[in-house]
Nanobody, 123 residues
Framework: QVQLVESGGGLVQPGGSLRLSCAASGFTVNRYAMGWFRQAPGKEREGVVCIDSDSVGSKTYYKDSVKGRFTVSRDNAKNTLYLQMDSLRPEDTAVYHC??????????????WGQGAQVTVSS
């Protein structure tokens, strides 16, 4: 059974940094594509970044507004996906979810989701 548990959210000032973690069980994080998504109040969920399986090269795909500020990574030994977020802006405020699916590639629908971690960027 696939389980995903996010942690590391919180309140940070504009320009600050946070690192989100997504601890996985029931599969290995480098086997399938994994993604980070976010949903702000009153807005639809949007993709932030996704990473292909190691089996097909681990290519990453970032939302334009986070390129150069956010970095996705995996620690296979800890079976954990990370999202390092730097130079945070108020518009990054949202609930962040990690997700996966039984596919090597990022494209398509995700079917396993974590419960989410709140990130609030405010002075």
């Amino acid at each position: 059974q696939v389980q995903l548990v996010e942690s590391g959210g919180g309140l940070v000032q504009p320009g600050g940094s946070l690192r989100l973690s997504c601890a996985a069980s029931g599969f290995t994080v480098n086997r399938y594509a994994m993604g980070w998504f976010r949903q702000a109040p009153g807005k639809e969920r949007e993709g932030v970044v996704c990473i292909d399986s190691d089996s097909v090269g681990s290519k990453t795909y970032y939302k334009d507004s986070v390129k150069g500020r956010f970095t996705v990574s995996r620690d296979n030994a800890k079976n954990t996906l990370y999202l390092q977020m730097d130079s945070l802006r108020p518009e990054d405020t949202a609930v962040y979810h990690c997700a996966t699916k039984p596919s090597y590639y990022c494209s398509g629908e995700y079917d396993s989701w974590g419960q989410g971690a709140q990130v609030t960027v405010s002075s």
